[in-house]
């Protein structure tokens, strides 16, 4: 798992506990996930169709800085499924697991899914090739 990006927890970030917002992780998830899928697939024109299973197992608080690790757990005919761990950057905690992100190519005027013609096997290699770079 590659970990990609960080946040810093602020004020506007926390619940009434005063640890980070579910909803304002998910947001995060989200968004990191999309651009993870983004990438892999060389288009924007994505949609989230489905997030599966979400663990939260450690709070977040404020000043906290927080990284996003992804990776690719299956390829389709239009679609690909990623994983995210949102971890605590400096104790390595596990803060929430996200798993089965599915996103959806669609065709930019009809919103209909579209093949990407893109595979697990050439994606990682593809991963691979852009760490030596």
């Keep these: 798992m590659r970990f990609l990006s960080r946040r810093l927890i602020l004020p506007s970030d926390l619940n009434y506990a005063n640890s980070l917002f579910g909803g304002r992780a998910l947001e995060w ?17 994505l949609v989230t169709k489905h997030i599966g299973a979400i663990n939260f197992e450690s709070p977040a608080l404020q000043g906290d800085v927080v990284e996003f690790g992804l990776t690719t757990k299956s ?5 690909i499924t990623v994983t995210c761990l ?8 596990t803060i929430c697991l996200a798993d089965d992100i599915v996103f959806v190519q669609v065709d930019p005027i009809t919103k209909q899914p579209i093949p ?10 593809q991963a691979e090739q852009d760490f030596k770079d």
Excluded at 75 to 79: E, I, K, N, Q
Excluded at 86 to 93: H, V
Excluded at 116 to 125: D, I, S
């Design 75 to 79: 390829v389709g005919r239009t679609s």
């Design 86 to 93: 949102m971890r605590n950057k400096i104790t390595k905690k």
């Design 29 to 45: 998830i989200d968004e990191e996930a999309a651009i993870y899928a983004i990438c892999q697939l060389g288009t924007n024109c």
């Design 116 to 125: 990407h013609k893109k595979t697990l096997a050439g994606l990682k290699l």
